[in-house]
């Protein structure tokens, strides 16, 4: 998994904090964390073609949540950077060669395939049980000066 | 995940219904689902690196299970192929940038990295809750002929 998982995922808490529903740019998203712009952006782009943070042009624009952040889970933030592929792909080899045989003698599901998508299941089952809002309000909870920073961070690129 | 997690599960799974507790040389086991030889052999490697199979020498040699299948479970063999280190690795952005201010601000563990921890949490668990011989059990249920072509076919070897 690539390091834009770490940075989508701040990204949404940071603009659930601090955001205030306003678009902020997405410089100023990506040096909160000290992050380089360009391929941060590419992070940005793929969370607005998942419908997760809306792009807003022009010279005031950038970027806020689509929606609330209790309608955002990680398992979204995850499928829009990493895609929607499992982390397992059977390839079938029991199909091939001597081992394939008579395909009448073993017809069901690849049994190793579906031990595979079980266990894929209860991670992403775990990953669409947390939301966004989750994050932002035990960070509310155990760091209450946190949010008033972020939200001056963010404001700060309006003036 | 690379392609070899499904060789070397479908090739312990192999081992347990035809293997009979004996050597059977790498390139029999490629063959028998017609992987190619020299990249399989160093999942192979692999699996004998983490004490999942046992490596005898000689041209008689080749490889058998280590242990009972009982005790080979699929993240045993995850682990050997793919290595220990988790999907989602925190790179702790949180403490760069202007983002990071005061440390004592937020001096708990990140907690996004908690949740994405969680899940794969819940991953390694099912994985770790199949082992070979439930797929091998399996197999020999639904399609019991299965297990004697494969036993033939591993043994044609020591002819």
Redesign the interface.
Known sequence: ?G?G???A??CC??LALGGAGRAVPAARLA?????PPVYFNKQLQALARAGIVVSVPGPRGGFRLARPPEQIT?MDVVVAIEGPDP?????E??R????A?DPA??P?PC???E??R??????????AA?TVA??AG??RE??P??PE??RG?LAASRT
Chains 1, 2 share one sequence.
Do not use: N, Q, T
Not at 31 to 35: F, I, N, P, Q
Not at 96 to 99: D, I, K, S, Y
Not at 118 to 125: I, P, V, Y
């Open positions: 998994m390091e998982v770490e940075w995922l701040h808490v940071d040096a909160y964390h000290d992050l990680f982390a397992f792909r059977c390839a080899i029991r091939r060669g001597p081992g045989g003698a073993d069901g049994l190793i395939d031990a595979m079980g266990a894929e299941l209860a991670w992403r089952s775990a990953l947390r989750d994050i035990a960070v155990r760091a000066d946190v920073r972020i961070w």
